[in-house]
């Protein structure tokens, strides 16, 4: 069993940039693939990007394509996601989630919030 951790949330705003780390502990990172999700109050969770174990292909949700990059280091146990040019609609909880692949999300991180204002 794998435990995932996020952090790098906090309130910034319009067009600021933040680094959301999720650091696993148990099992390799570099075992699971990982995707981002975020959940704000009254809004269907979304898929926000993920990034696979086994060729690090990657999935971007349409409105942050060309803004957030996922990125991996298998070395610190650790997946990024890197969100540029921050807009108010991307104020969230952040989550985290392991799997077997880019659909499988088996283990889930407690979340950290990103508060973007103008």
């Known amino acids: 069993q794998v435990q995932l951790v996020e952090s790098g949330g906090g309130p910034v705003h319009t067009g600021d940039s933040l680094r959301l780390s999720c650091a696993a502990s148990?099992?390799?990172?570099?075992?699971?693939?990982i995707a981002w999700f975020r959940q704000s109050p009254g809004k269907d969770s979304e898929y926000v990007a993920g990034i696979s174990w086994h060729d690090n292909s990657t999935y971007y949700l349409d409105s942050v394509k060309g803004r957030f990059t996922v990125s991996r280091d298998n070395a610190n146990n650790t997946v990024y996601l890197d969100m540029n040019s921050l807009r108010l609609e991307d104020t969230a909880t952040y989550y985290c989630?392991?799997?077997?692949?880019?659909?499988?999300?088996?283990?889930w991180g407690q979340g950290t919030q990103v508060t973007v204002s103008s």
């Open positions: 148990g099992r390799p990172i570099s075992n699971y693939a």
């Open positions: 989630s392991a799997g077997p692949d880019l659909h499988g999300h088996d283990y």
